[in-house]
């Protein structure tokens, strides 16, 4: 990807080094870390909810719901950051043009006008409009995969640890980041 990237031409002109450097850590954060984020924060979702690990097996049907539901719960983006590009007022905040604002997606996923019981981890909660993967224009283009390779894991996950897991005993370290949430490590007891 990398080298087509190197390659590629728009107008007969090639990508500026800050261009390629801007694709590339898109590639990395948005392609990887928040896909293993998901993941992770979904095994994190039904530890603490062991029920729905039981519910799971015996409908794996579930399984899209379940990862919606993690990214609500516990969004891999807890913020993103937008430029004002002229003069607005939201909330009746006044901000001016050219303002930095940070949308708090974590919070705005747990607002209980719009996600009832917003405390509760709910496998089949209707309507999920969680901000997880953005909104209008702004929405992940990596989407379709990440939700595919979420999907994948968790299925194997059920297909191979037919027992009880659970997350080890002893305190996990979280991400050391502004934007993502997640853990350093995950690990797992398992009992057939």
Same mark, same amino acid.
């Given at each position: 990807?990398?080298?087509?990237?190197?390659?590629?031409?728009?107008?007969?002109?090639?990508? +500026?080094?800050? $261009?390629?450097?801007?694709? =590339?850590?898109?590639?990395?954060?948005? *392609?990887?870390?928040?896909?293993?984020?998901?993941?992770?924060?979904?095994?994190? =979702?039904?530890? %603490? !909810?062991? $029920?729905?690990? $039981?519910?799971?097996?015996?409908?794996?049907?579930?399984?899209? *719901?379940?990862l919606e539901e993690a990214?609500? !719960? !516990? +969004?891999?983006?807890?913020?993103?950051?937008?430029?004002?590009?002229? $003069?607005?007022?939201?909330?009746?905040?006044?901000?001016?043009?050219?303002?930095?604002?940070?949308?708090?997606?974590? #919070?705005?996923?747990?607002? %209980?006008?719009?996600?009832?019981?917003? #405390?509760?981890?709910?496998?089949?909660? %209707? &309507?999920?409009?969680? @901000?997880?993967?953005?909104?209008?224009?702004?929405? =992940?283009?990596?989407?379709?995969?990440?939700? @595919?390779?979420?999907?994948?894991?968790?299925?194997?996950?059920?297909?191979?640890?037919? *027992?009880?897991?659970?997350?080890?005993?002893? &305190?996990?370290? &979280?991400?050391? +980041?502004?934007?993502?949430?997640?853990?350093?490590?995950?690990? @797992?007891?398992?009992?057939?």
């Amino acid at each position: 990807m990398v080298s087509a990237l190197l390659r590629a031409e728009v107008d007969g002109e090639r990508l +500026s080094n800050e $261009e390629l450097l801007g694709f =590339c850590v898109l590639l990395l954060v948005a *392609g990887n870390e928040t896909t293993t984020n998901l993941i992770g924060n979904a095994i994190l =979702c039904l530890d %603490e !909810y062991p $029920e729905a690990v $039981e519910r799971l097996r015996a409908n794996r049907d579930l399984v899209p *719901g379940v990862l919606e539901e993690a990214l609500r !719960y !516990y +969004s891999p983006l807890k913020l993103t950051i937008r430029g004002t590009t002229t $003069e607005t007022t939201i909330g009746g905040q006044r901000i001016e043009a050219g303002k930095l604002l940070f949308a708090w997606i974590a #919070s705005a996923n747990r607002d %209980e006008a719009q996600f009832p019981d917003a #405390s509760q981890f709910t496998i089949e909660r %209707e &309507p999920n409009r969680h @901000l997880g993967f953005g909104r209008g224009i702004h929405f =992940c283009l990596g989407t379709p995969l990440a939700r @595919l390779e979420a999907k994948i894991a968790l299925n194997a996950m059920l297909d191979r640890l037919p *027992g009880s897991w659970r997350v080890s005993d002893g &305190p996990l370290t &979280p991400l050391k +980041s502004m934007s993502t949430f997640g853990v350093k490590q995950l690990p @797992l007891t398992w009992e057939k």
